[in-house]
């Protein structure tokens, strides 16, 4: 079912590869992926973002317990990371397959130098046949900054590469509309062609013992690559050979929109932390609906404090969201501008500014 995919990124829980009482790799199921990966590597391009390292990490900082501390558990993934990394430079060896290691921090994705400099890492590294093995980057993320879980960090690593599938690999075969686990007669869904509001509200949120997503996260990721142009299929892992298995029995399918939005705009719709929140009129509402530009006469209020060149929300005065974009002021001068008309942006600042706040064109409804 694969076959005619020809970028795909792999997303691999902990769950999946370590065995959850020994908190070791499982070396015959990681064997089994590899070959999968083999059959795939001469005509596709892959990159594997796989989690693990903290769990691996943890039985030297914890005792066997649950690492629960921020800095235990950047220490327990500095210890599994090496140990991650390297039981899989050794199994995609043994298929003549060379791999890299890249961690990732949240950053590395809203900024969009960072994030134009991964996608150029990638590509470089496919380039020379070498399959990218991604990480988050836990050994210095913080709760602020960090994806939170994989499914998350897969999502914005397909986006970034312009993957046309990305494979999440989970404890459960798809989407349910109740919980498999608690409902052995549960249906399935076998295919989605949208992520609406009955979807999002049949995903369930509970994680693995090892992992930190859910069922909601996995349905956030696929939100973000249908609109990115980009196929999403939840599938068992628990099984040999889990990725040669698939197909529409085993599975749940989400089918990519067939008019993805450019790369500017999938990174700027899918930010996760904005610097900071400008509130609109009505009439700049309807300004923005009819792909206008925002200007300063019709912002309200302006909160936070950001920078020129960063990224920031844009909501009515009803706090609903209405866009975000690229803002064109910092934040003190943002606030001066207030209502004043374009012209007078001259006078209040000192200095020939945009007369946009925002620019249509750095600007995503």
Same mark, same amino acid.
């Given at each position: 079912m694969i076959n005619k995919y020809k970028k795909i990124v792999i997303k691999i829980g902990s769950s999946s590869i370590i065995n959850e009482n020994t908190k070791k790799i499982r070396n015959v199921w990681l064997k089994s992926i590899c070959s999968d990966i083999s059959l795939l590597h001469p005509t596709k391009k892959i990159i594997i973002v796989?989690?693990?390292?903290i769990a691996l990490g943890s039985k030297y900082i914890g005792n066997k317990k649950f690492v629960r501390k921020l800095e235990d /558990?950047?220490?327990?993934?500095? $210890?599994g990371q090496i140990e991650l990394a390297n039981c899989w430079q050794n199994s995609l060896k043994k298929n003549k397959i060379n791999s890299a290691q890249l961690l990732l921090t949240l950053e590395d994705s809203e900024v969009r130098r960072r994030y134009l400099n991964v996608r150029k890492t990638i590509?470089?590294?496919?380039? /020379?046949?070498?399959?990218?093995? $991604?990480n988050e980057n836990d050994t210095i993320a913080t709760e602020e900054i960090r994806f939170g879980d994989n499914d998350r960090l897969a999502a914005r690593v397909a986006q970034m590469i312009d993957a046309n599938l990305l494979i999440l690999l989970s404890d459960v075969d798809g989407l349910y509309f109740e919980n498999p686990f608690k409902n052995k007669q549960a249906k399935k869904i076998k295919e989605v062609y949208t992520v609406d509001s009955t979807i999002e509200k049949i995903s369930s949120s509970n994680p693995s013992a090892l992992g930190s997503g859910g069922m909601s996260t996995k349905i956030w990721a696929a939100k973000i690559c249908m609109n990115s142009g980009c196929s999403v299929v939840i599938t068992n892992?628990?099984?040999k050979n889990p990725i040669r298995d698939i197909n529409k029995s085993n599975s749940t399918w989400f089918y990519a929109n067939k008019s993805p939005k450019t790369s500017r705009q999938q990174w700027l719709s899918n930010h996760l932390h904005p610097s900071g929140?400008?509130?609109i009129d009505n009439g700049a509402v309807k300004a923005i609906k009819n792909n206008k530009s925002l200007l300063p006469a019709g912002v309200?209020?302006?909160k936070g404090k950001f920078n020129r060149g960063?990224?920031?929300?844009?909501?009515?005065?009803?706090?609903?969201?209405i866009g975000i974009g690229v803002i064109a002021y910092d934040s003190a001068d943002a606030k001066k501008i207030i209502g004043k008309n374009s012209k007078e942006i001259e006078k209040v600042l000192g200095y020939e500014g945009r007369d946009e706040l925002i620019h249509k064109d750095d600007l995503v409804k």
């Open positions: 796989c989690s693990g390292a /558990k950047q220490a327990a993934a500095a $210890i590509n470089a590294l496919h380039k /020379k046949n070498i399959i990218p093995i $991604i892992s628990n099984k929140t400008v509130v309200i209020e302006v960063d990224v920031i929300r844009i909501v009515n005065n009803q706090n609903i969201k």
